[in-house]
């Protein structure tokens, strides 16, 4: 039994109406990339607020563009573009400033090798990590699921995950973030696994 088969059997038995969902949405295929650095990880989430994941992904692919000889721009890559540069690929203001802090951050060593990070607890690297300009609880949620795969991190503030929960539980309105997390004090120890299917089911509902 793999890890998500274990967490689809606790889900299912925890949670009756997220047991419907998960029969219909099939086997979970949350992924995570291991080539992408804690630096790369930071950078993708900060591109990807509040912008569709289309695109924060074309956003991206030009930033990307600006340094053609490398998979993706190293921390002194992206100091070394000016404002300007950047603004033009489509980073707004706010997360030019918040990308060249995470180089920064990252050159200082305040931002952990992956070695690191990966022996860190999930509330430490929250809280290490939220020192840096312009990322927030969401963005470094983001990074523990995408990037290290850690399976019980609930992004309670993500509007996928609120709009899946209001879906799935026939809702009006959105749950604020203090329900879903008592909620999803049922679901631990694979929050994680929860909040991707959350966000299948917000995706069936803008296709719908």
Not at 4 to 21: V, Y
Not at 83 to 89: D, F, H, I, M, S
Not at 128 to 140: E, K, N, S
Request: one cysteine or more; a positive charge.
């Amino acid at each position: 039994m793999n890890s998500f088969d274990e967490a689809i059997e606790h889900l299912s038995s925890a949670d009756r109406t997220l047991a419907k969902l998960i029969r219909r949405v099939g086997p979970c295929a949350l992924s995570t990339d291991p080539r992408r650095s804690p630096f790369e990880a930071l950078v993708e989430a900060v591109a990807h607020q509040q912008l569709t994941g289309k695109a924060a992904r074309t956003i991206l692919n030009r930033v990307k563009a600006l340094v053609p000889r490398r998979r993706f721009p190293r921390p002194d890559d992206l100091l070394s573009l000016s404002e300007e540069c950047l603004r033009g690929a489509g980073l707004s203001r706010a997360k030019v400033a918040a990308v060249r802090d995470i180089a920064l951050k990252t050159r200082e060593g305040l931002v952990p090798t992956p070695r690191r990070l990966a022996a860190m607890e999930d509330a430490a690297i929250i809280e290490r990590l939220t020192a840096i300009r312009g990322v927030g609880a969401w963005t470094v949620e983001m990074l523990l699921i995408f990037k290290l795969g850690r399976l019980d991190v609930l992004p309670a503030d993500d509007f996928g995950v609120r709009k899946g929960f209001a879906i799935t539980y026939q809702r009006a309105d959105l749950p604020k973030r203090q329900e879903l997390l008592e909620h999803g004090e049922r679901l631990r120890p694979f929050r994680s696994v929860a909040a991707w299917y959350l966000w299948r089911a917000a995706d069936a509902g803008k296709t719908a």
